[in-house]
């Protein structure tokens, strides 16, 4: 539904957008992810048709952007960052707008308000103005206004934020619900909710996309994905290091208290691998050590959302 | 039309806009009382003896310096400040539909504000009986002037997301359009520059074109004049704004 080829956004000498290349299938949702400044919202911007591209192609339900802006913008839904609204106008007011500038007309209009507030949960704020609203009730408004025609194509520029943790939740579900049967890109500042609610991520960093995949993917490629985690019971500190060195490659002893002694052992081979954590099993069987908990990590996506996207000095100066 | 569904959706939220806060109400009444306070007083509206609006009209350029900036400021540099110019641009609409539509909502209520004055056309025709085609080409002219003043107002205001420098730059432009045809200033230009020169930049001038109007004449030229001043900075609005967007 979305593709964007080579472009580049470029204001002045700033490159906000360098070059990057991505598509979007109808049934996925597309997480943004990425410092702040990163280019997140100037690519979204293009594709919206808000800004032209400086260089590059973006087409969206086949249709070229920069050629042919209106059926490309029919197609889209946008909650724009900050979620703009008219200050003046009432809720009800702002979303009929929204409506009509979509081509609704007469009880055409009137359904699609009254689906996008329920969808929203706007009826106890329907008549009030926008200016009086909380930053959440005028977040879901302009996400009200995005989906008044139940668009194909979804751009949601910072959805959560500003919501409180049920709000957000709501939207997530929401998100998650509409991207069965929707092509979705949005974006956030928040790692849990990419896990929550993408199909994939794209991290994005000065311009460039420095990483693409599923949030599996990109978790393995975290330094613990793989790594096993034990609480055991009955065992020093240093036996455990001396034994698990049979199997793994090193191990970390992460706490120790009295009897018990939290490690995480990385297998010799990386991935996520269950054979690994049978055979710590399997010792500590032999060994009669007690064990509270063992678990294999999944990798952590912020971890590798730091490793990737810290400035190269400072990643240096950290490891 | 779809284009004109766009551009009547854009005007009527506009002009909703203004009636919805006290801008309007604010507006209304200062532009009547200055009106009033102008042809009656300032005017001596009586004294003249004239069945004639000539006093109401003759003001109006100035009237309009400071109002219709005032009240065409906010157009384009709202929608910036707060953003929404982001969510009306990705609408499927052109900028020009946004633009135009947002122009006759402004001029509409400026129209509306002019309309208002009728009670000053029902005093002429109480106390004598005026050549009311004379006033129809004023009330004509005015509304024309005050468009035209809009419009540079709607080019100032998408320059800036700051209405204060939006509204001190319109206010100069419209300025210089009446300095340049103002009497005492051409003839002060005439001591030292060739008349012809004088007469080039008055041509400029909407006091040269509006003086038709009050004396009763509507000139193809005059009209002609003001509705190319009104296409020409809308034209300029709209590459302010395709500007912003390229970076």
Known sequence: ?319 | MNAWANIKAITKRELGGYFTSPVAYVFLVIFLLLAGFFTFTVGNFFERGEASLMSFFTWHPWLYLFLVPAAGMRLWSEERRLGTLELLLTMPITTWQAIVGKFLASWLFLIIALGLTFPVWFTVNYFGSPDNGVIVAGYVGSALLSGTYLAISCMTSAMTRNQVISFIVSVMICLFLILAGFTPVTDLLTRWASPLFVQTIAAFSVMTHFEGFQRGVIDLRDVVFFVSLIGFALFTTGVIIRGHRAG
């Open chain 1, 1 to 319: 539904m979305i593709k964007v080829e080579n472009l580049v956004k470029a204001f002045g000498p700033n490159r906000a957008v360098d070059d990057i290349s991505f598509g979007v299938e109808r049934g996925e949702v597309l997480g943004f992810i990425g410092p702040n400044g990163a280019g997140k919202s100037t690519t979204m911007r293009v594709v919206t048709g808000f800004y032209p591209p400086t260089a590059g192609r973006v087409t969206v339900g086949g249709f070229d952007v920069a050629e042919n802006p209106l059926s490309a913008k029919r197609l889209i839904g946008y909650l724009p960052e900050n979620a703009p609204g008219y200050a003046d106008m009432t809720v009800h007011g702002f979303l009929s707008f929204a409506a009509e500038l979509r081509g609704l007309r007469g009880d055409a209009r009137k359904k699609a308000v009254v689906r996008a507030v329920e969808t929203c949960f706007l009826d106890s704020v329907l008549y009030q103005t926008i200016d009086t609203l909380s930053k959440g009730y005028k977040h879901r408004a302009c996400l009200a206004q995005s989906i008044i025609h139940d668009p194909d194509i979804l751009i949601l520029d910072e959805p959560t934020d500003g919501l409180d943790p049920n709000q957000k939740h709501e939207v997530r579900g929401l998100i998650k619900r509409m991207g069965e049967h929707k092509a979705i890109v949005f974006s956030t500042h928040i790692l849990e909710e990419v896990e929550a609610a993408c199909t994939r991520v794209i991290i994005i960093d000065r311009g460039k996309i420095v990483a693409n995949g599923t949030p599996e993917e990109l978790k393995a490629r975290s330094e613990v994905a793989g790594a096993v985690r034990l609480k055991a019971c009955g065992v020093t500190a240093a036996e455990l290091n001396e034994k698990l060195s049979v199997l793994a490659a090193r191990t970390e002893i992460l706490s120790q208290d009295g009897a018990h002694v939290v490690a995480r052992a990385y297998p010799r081979e990386r991935g996520v691998n269950g054979a690994f954590a049978g055979h710590i099993a399997e010792l500590a069987q032999r060994e009669r050590w007690k064990l509270d908990e063992i678990h294999v990590e999944e990798g952590r996506l912020d971890e590798v959302f730091r490793a990737i996207t810290l400035p190269d000095t400072v990643k240096g100066s950290h490891s």
